[in-house]
């Protein structure tokens, strides 16, 4: 557990991102880095891109599994339960003080500056283990999109019986040379662009999915729903009932997660207004737009669907026609995914980087860096360093996606086991010691149950997640085509 025991306040000159303050002629903040320029707005795009996944059009599956009430308001909870911890992760950015003290550049700085102890490697095994698990399936779910491109095209010219078998190898091999290229930008101070072009992908797609409901529930072909959704005996067994809606509840909770990089994100932004009030006002309008468009997808979804709502309705075919558009509502998918990979990819590449910078200053592989023209860019710097890691780490997680094709029912798990300590127990323990909540008063035992509340939630959520995980491995075989 060592590995993850780093510190608190590691010199901004590993980065290569300090300057001489006592040169005026230098845009510097308050720690001596290169002054942040980052906004509410482009900390909005980094939320929406990080929650908005594909994962959207699969929320009329989990209300089918929970029904009209359970499922809306279960979708609704969470989304406040989600803002509200923000809140509280925000205000810890800085320490003591939210507006004037010390800043905390990742979340296992925040809470070994709050908590400190064990507390801080805990920190580090539940972050890092599910940013890795996201890069993994996100490989995946973008191979899974392209292929769905090709296969629309062969439904539509050979019919709906047809035999149109596609590998997803190639395609994740494209999408493991884009985020090889990507991975080359410095920090996550650079990624704005990138982000801005994700989340209007995300709007899109999740549009063109509300469209295609909508269309279907005024056409009259709608399937059957109930209040309490699926019916046991005629949709599926006792057993399935009650492990799909464990990870249906599940599945919800984890759609609004994002305090994996809300640390990383915040750091990004000016601190004039002050960077807890620009991040709140961030989670505000992220976690608003994501709970419009989940409400949207799954309830007009179920409503087209019924109970035999598919997993994903583009790439699992709930639609087939206007071929043309299911092709670019998946292309926007894994574009969207191309730019949210790096928004997960980024704080393991710092992570790392820092690190090495710490323990090997005079290794000049390491910590050089060298200026290359590259045309209609301008100017870029190269570390060979951050070449051959980043170029390294983006093929492992490649091939792990090759090798294990039923990696999102791994990454379910992996959500159930990081969702309650990365987006409640951490935020809310850092809020009663950051604001010396009285113990046993009625605000600390409300924190206390809301904490009680999602530990029995996550736990639900992982039962569901390794019965998924164990019909998945009945029939793995390596290197299978994932849609037969």
Same mark, same amino acid.
């Given at each position: 557990?060592?590995?993850?025991?780093?510190?608190?306040?590691?010199?901004?000159?590993?980065?290569?991102?300090i300057?001489?303050?006592?040169?005026?002629?230098?845009?510097?903040?308050?720690?001596?880095?290169?002054?942040?320029?980052?906004?509410?707005?482009?900390?909005?795009?980094?939320?929406?891109?990080?929650?908005?996944?594909?994962?959207?059009?699969s929320?009329a599956w989990?209300?089918?599994?929970? *029904?009209w $009430?359970?499922?809306? @308001?279960?979708?609704?909870?969470?989304?406040?339960?989600?803002? !509200?911890?923000s809140t /509280?992760? %925000?205000?810890?950015y800085r320490?003591?003080d939210?507006v004037?003290?010390?800043r905390?550049?990742?979340?296992?700085?925040?809470?070994?500056?709050y908590?400190?102890?064990?507390?801080?490697?805990?920190?580090g095994?539940?972050?890092?283990g599910n940013?890795?698990?996201?890069?993994?399936?996100?490989?995946?779910?973008?191979?899974?999109?392209?292929?769905?491109?090709?296969k629309?095209?062969c439904?539509?010219e050979k019919?709906?019986e047809?035999?149109?078998?596609?590998?997803n190898y190639?395609?994740?091999?494209?999408? *493991?040379? $884009?985020?090889?290229? @990507?991975?080359?930008?410095p920090?996550f101070?650079k990624?704005? !662009?990138?982000?801005l /072009?994700? %989340?209007?992908?995300?709007f899109?797609?999740a549009?063109?999915?509300?469209?295609?409901?909508?269309a279907?529930?005024?056409?009259?072909?709608?399937?059957?729903?109930?209040?309490?959704?699926?019916?046991?005996?005629?949709?599926?067994?006792?057993?399935?009932?009650?492990?799909?809606?464990?990870?249906?509840?599940?599945?919800?909770?984890?759609?609004y997660?994002?305090?994996?990089?809300?640390?990383?994100?915040?750091?990004t932004?000016?601190?004039?207004p002050?960077?807890?009030?620009s991040?709140?006002?961030?989670?505000?309008?992220g976690v608003?737009?994501?709970?419009?468009?989940?409400?949207?997808?799954?309830?007009?979804?179920?409503?087209?669907?019924?109970?035999?709502a598919?997993?994903?309705f583009?790439t699992?075919?709930?639609?087939y026609?206007p071929?043309w558009?299911?092709?670019?509502?998946?292309?926007c998918i894994?574009?969207?995914?191309?730019?949210?990979?790096?928004?997960?990819?980024q704080?393991?590449?710092?992570?790392?980087?820092?690190?090495c910078?710490?323990?090997?200053?005079?290794?000049?592989?390491i910590t050089?860096?060298?200026s290359?023209?590259?045309p209609?860019?301008?100017?870029?710097?190269?570390?060979l360093f951050?070449?051959?890691?980043?170029?390294?780490?983006?093929?492992i997680?490649?091939?792990?996606?090759?090798?294990?094709?039923?990696?999102?029912?791994?990454l379910?798990?992996?959500g159930?086991?990081?969702f309650?300590?990365l987006?409640?127990y951490?935020p809310?323990?850092?809020?009663?010691?950051?604001?010396?909540?009285?113990?046993y008063s009625?605000?600390?035992i409300?924190?206390?149950?809301?904490?009680?509340?999602?530990?029995?939630?996550?736990?639900?959520?992982?039962?569901?997640?390794?019965?998924?995980?164990i019909s998945?491995?009945?029939?793995?075989?390596?290197?299978?085509?994932?849609?037969?």
């Amino acid at each position: 557990m060592k590995g993850f025991d780093t510190e608190h306040d590691p010199p901004a000159a590993e980065s290569g991102d300090i300057y001489d303050v006592s040169d005026r002629t230098k845009n510097v903040d308050d720690d001596g880095r290169e002054k942040r320029t980052g906004t509410w707005l482009t900390a909005s795009a980094h939320i929406i891109t990080a929650v908005i996944g594909s994962g959207v059009l699969s929320l009329a599956w989990a209300i089918a599994q929970l *029904g009209w $009430i359970a499922g809306t @308001l279960i979708l609704v909870i969470f989304s406040f339960i989600t803002y !509200f911890t923000s809140t /509280m992760l %925000a205000d810890c950015y800085r320490a003591p003080d939210p507006v004037t003290g010390k800043r905390n550049y990742t979340y296992m700085d925040v809470v070994r500056s709050y908590l400190g102890g064990r507390k801080v490697q805990l920190c580090g095994v539940a972050q890092y283990g599910n940013l890795i698990g996201i890069t993994v399936g996100y490989t995946i779910t973008a191979s899974i999109s392209l292929v769905a491109v090709g296969k629309a095209n062969c439904f539509h010219e050979k019919g709906h019986e047809a035999d149109c078998t596609i590998s997803n190898y190639p395609y994740m091999a494209v999408f *493991g040379t $884009i985020q090889i290229i @990507l991975s080359q930008i410095p920090n996550f101070h650079k990624l704005s !662009f990138l982000s801005l /072009m994700a %989340a209007v992908m995300s709007f899109t797609y999740a549009t063109i999915g509300i469209g295609l409901a909508i269309a279907t529930v005024a056409g009259g072909k709608v399937g059957k729903t109930n209040m309490t959704g699926t019916v046991v005996g005629v949709d599926v067994t006792a057993a399935q009932k009650i492990w799909r809606s464990f990870q249906a509840v599940g599945d919800i909770a984890f759609a609004y997660a994002y305090a994996t990089v809300l640390i990383e994100i915040q750091d990004t932004l000016k601190s004039s207004p002050a960077e807890n009030k620009s991040m709140k006002r961030a989670s505000l309008v992220g976690v608003s737009t994501t709970t419009f468009f989940y409400i949207l997808c799954g309830c007009l979804g179920y409503a087209a669907f019924g109970n035999k709502a598919p997993g994903d309705f583009l790439t699992d075919f709930g639609f087939y026609e206007p071929f043309w558009l299911i092709d670019f509502a998946n292309a926007c998918i894994a574009v969207h995914l191309i730019g949210a990979y790096q928004v997960f990819a980024q704080p393991i590449f710092q992570f790392v980087e820092k690190r090495c910078n710490r323990n090997w200053p005079d290794n000049k592989f390491i910590t050089s860096e060298y200026s290359v023209n590259i045309p209609f860019l301008g100017k870029f710097n190269i570390s060979l360093f951050r070449l051959v890691w980043r170029t390294a780490y983006v093929v492992i997680t490649t091939v792990v996606a090759m090798i294990f094709p039923f990696f999102n029912a791994i990454l379910g798990l992996i959500g159930a086991a990081s969702f309650w300590p990365l987006t409640v127990y951490f935020p809310v323990e850092m809020h009663i010691a950051q604001t010396k909540v009285k113990k046993y008063s009625p605000r600390w035992i409300g924190l206390k149950m809301l904490c009680w509340v999602c530990l029995i939630v996550s736990l639900l959520a992982a039962a569901g997640s390794i019965a998924g995980l164990i019909s998945s491995v009945k029939t793995y075989k390596p290197f299978r085509t994932i849609h037969e």
